[in-house]
């Protein structure tokens, strides 16, 4: 079990008087400990109800955003992270911008051995865009570059999406 002192940087979790965001905010992202730093394993957030402005017309852009990544010594905290992709429901820009802000921001806070995230957004005047964007440590070149090159090969089979 996790004692308090390794969680104490995880306000959010717990925490019923927090206040959702209401403009992009990546400082309200908080990690933790990894206590697992000398195994390779890949962690999964899948969030279906990702929601993002158009920057021209403000109309809004509905999405399933999924992060994978392969921890270092900090993990992010999910609650934080939920509250930081809320904070994107008033962000107006393209699909391809928030993908990469997000895989951005959260090297950033990590530094993990890799990191990627996927948009599967809705279509918005008959066309669906799915941007895809990571980041490999020197180690894990041959990843990024395999993940690339799987995600070109997906958008030709888009059922394992």
Do not use: W
């Amino acid at each position: 079990m996790r004692t308090g002192d390794e969680i104490s940087g995880c306000t959010l979790l717990g925490n019923q008087g927090v206040k959702y965001p209401t403009e992009y905010d990546p400082n309200i992202l908080e990690t933790f400990k990894n206590k697992h730093p000398e195994n390779e394993y890949l962690v999964t957030f899948n969030c279906p109800e990702f929601t993002s402005l158009c920057p021209k017309t403000g109309q809004p852009d509905f999405a399933r955003i999924v992060i994978n990544y392969i921890p270092r010594e900090d993990m992010v905290e999910s609650k934080s992270l939920k509250l930081y992709l809320f904070s994107f429901r008033n962000h107006g820009d393209f699909h391809e911008d928030c993908v990469n802000i997000i895989m951005k921001d959260l090297v950033k806070l990590m530094n993990p051995r890799y990191l990627e995230v996927i948009g599967i957004f809705t279509p918005r005047g008959g066309i669906s865009i799915y941007p895809f964007a990571n980041y490999a440590d020197d180690d894990h070149q041959d990843l990024a570059k395999a993940r690339m090159l799987a995600a070109f090969s997906n958008s030709l089979n888009l059922n394992t999406l």
